[in-house]
């Protein structure tokens, strides 16, 4: 899959580092997320499907374990709140997308 899906290692915890990326990483993951996006300086356009079907600890635990790959310590935290909180919010993976475009106004992402 190397080329078609974005690195994830060393860059979710600088996307956890924010309120608001914890918020964008959550929707990613309960929405799924409908390209093309720009990551790491290269264009993905693949898509990809919703994780709705976890429970709320499940994915809190997935975010919290990538933060903390390749990312210097103290790495972020994704709690089972903010899943619950981002799940009562269902948007479509477009949506995320847009999300995502307006994240990296504000917090220029790797
Ligand atoms: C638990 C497993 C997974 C996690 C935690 C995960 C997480 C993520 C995250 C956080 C992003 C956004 C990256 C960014 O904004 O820079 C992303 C993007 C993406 N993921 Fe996943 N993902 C998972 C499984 C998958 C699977 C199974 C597929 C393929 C079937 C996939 C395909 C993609 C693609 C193609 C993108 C880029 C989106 C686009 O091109 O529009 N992911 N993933």
């Not at 190397?2 to 993951?29: D, F, K, Q, W």
């Not at 929405?31 to 600890?57: E, H, T």
């Amino acid at each position: 899959m190397a080329g078609s899906v974005p690195p994830l290692t060393g860059r979710i915890g600088s996307i956890a580092a924010t309120a608001e990326g914890r918020e964008y990483l959550a929707a990613v993951l309960l929405n799924g997320l409908g390209g093309p996006i720009v990551a790491n300086g290269q264009r993905y356009s693949a898509g990809m499907p919703p994780f709705r079907y976890l429970k709320d600890a499940e994915i809190a635990a997935i975010l919290t374990w990538l933060a903390a790959q390749n990312t210097p310590p103290p790495s972020p935290v994704i709690t089972e709140q903010e899943i619950a909180n981002a799940r009562a919010h269902r948007i479509s993976s477009g949506e995320v997308a847009e999300m995502r475009e307006q994240l990296d106004k504000i917090h220029p992402l790797p």
